[in-house]
């Protein structure tokens, strides 16, 4: 297991004069799974954003530590998996072909038996060759798990994960999350009971607004 | 490596959904049949058909080089690239895709120009080559930075051509100034300030892009 760390220190963030979260100061540590909930709106997708670098917090700073050495921002996205609604892959290539650009694109070797063996464990592996854009939303969500997992990173990023999925999709994925679980570290951002239920620690958003008319 | 697998991706992409190819192609036959047309049977100078050349250049790379970063925007799959690659390589492997995209598009209106307008008449290729081959890059790289810029605004069609304009303006009257040397003949040590500028130009264009590049991609 590689020994991964979080780290949110003192982590603001506003939208204009809107204040999204206040002063955030945690520990993530590989081996783990985390919660991340709070009601709609509460800023849990700007909250996973900002650890996977994608957007920038107002104050504070994210530190990645990988076997205690600082990982650089520009190296950042070969460290994390990501999962969202929000993230689309592209339609005008079939699922096989946007795992193997992508790794490509990310420099990393496309091993076919373990991308096959992914398919399979989605029950993708026989559409493998059609576009996505013949893909079901349940199908692209999969997909997007894949994606995720491919380059095998230490830190897993997953919002609102099992949108989508119907029960036998839930089911690989809260497995997949048993797994990885136990050697990297998992952020869960979700409201949904069942997705929580795998976290051995939960940050509540709520607890990082100030009182109404404080800010 | 990793940018010309970006560059391959992009290139794909293009060949199955013909996103810009389709809009130059347009762009450039709709505006040299309107000169020929407005032009008619008379014959214009020299000089004026070498200026047209670079303004049918200037509107057609607005019609379809913003396409590099509009289309993932548009599509939704910004954030994948953000996942998967350092914002240098996506500039590098965007800027491969769009020097590629303005020199065929450069080399068709050229030719077709030179076809089409009697008055077009170069005396000294090598000049107009380097002038050519020098501003097409230029163009690529302005138009690649200009196209991360607006991509993320509401009215992108129309701000690109207009934050487009005062970039590429030195651009475009130093190339005028050189079209027009190559046609008179002038030698390419005669031209070298003005090869200088569009050198420089190049350069400074390349780096403020790479530099710039990293606070724009990132909100």
Known sequence: ?215 | MKAFSLFLKDWQSEVRTRYAINALAMFILVTISVILFSIGSERISTHLSGGLLWVVIFFSAMSGLSRAFVSEEERGTTLTLQLIAAPATIFSGKLVFNVILVFLMNVVIASLYSLLFESFVIENHALFLLAFVLGSLGIAISSTIIAAIISKASSKGTLYPVLSFPILLPLILTLLQLTKFAMDGKSIEASFAELAVLVSYDVIMLTASYLLFDFIWKD
């Not at chain 1, 530190?63 to 993230?87: M, W």
């Not at chain 1, 096989?96 to 993708?124: P, Q, V, Y």
């Not at chain 1, 996505?132 to 994606?147: C, V």
Request: proline share 3%; hydrophobic share 35%.
């Open chain 1, 1 to 215: 297991m590689i020994d991964y760390k979080l780290k949110l220190d003192k982590l603001t963030k506003t939208f204009g004069r809107r204040l999204i979260f206040d002063n955030i100061e945690y520990e993530f540590h590989s081996g783990n799974v985390y919660g991340i909930s709070g009601p709609n709106g509460s800023g849990k997708s700007t909250l996973v954003k900002i650890i996977a670098g994608l957007i920038s917090p107002t104050q504070g700073k994210v530190i990645h530590e990988s076997e205690g050495k600082v990982v650089v921002e520009e190296k950042l996205h070969n460290h994390v998996g990501f999962i969202s609604p929000y993230l689309v892959l592209y339609d005008e290539f079939s699922a096989w072909e946007n795992l193997k650009l992508i790794s490509d694109i990310r420099g990393i070797s496309f091993k076919d038996e373990k991308i096959a063996a992914l398919l399979e464990n989605f029950n993708l592996y026989g559409r493998r060759n059609d576009m996505l854009k013949t893909y079901s939303s349940g199908m692209k969500q999969r997909i997007k798990f894949i994606f995720a997992l491919q380059h095998e990173p230490q830190l897993l990023i997953l919002d609102e994960p099992t949108s989508n999925l119907d029960d036998e999709g839930k089911e690989k994925f809260y497995n997949i999350i048993e797994n990885e679980g136990k050697k990297n570290l998992v952020l869960i951002a979700s409201n949904e009971k069942a997705d929580l239920a795998l976290c051995s620690e939960k940050i509540n958003l709520n607890d990082y607004k100030p009182e109404q008319g404080k800010k």
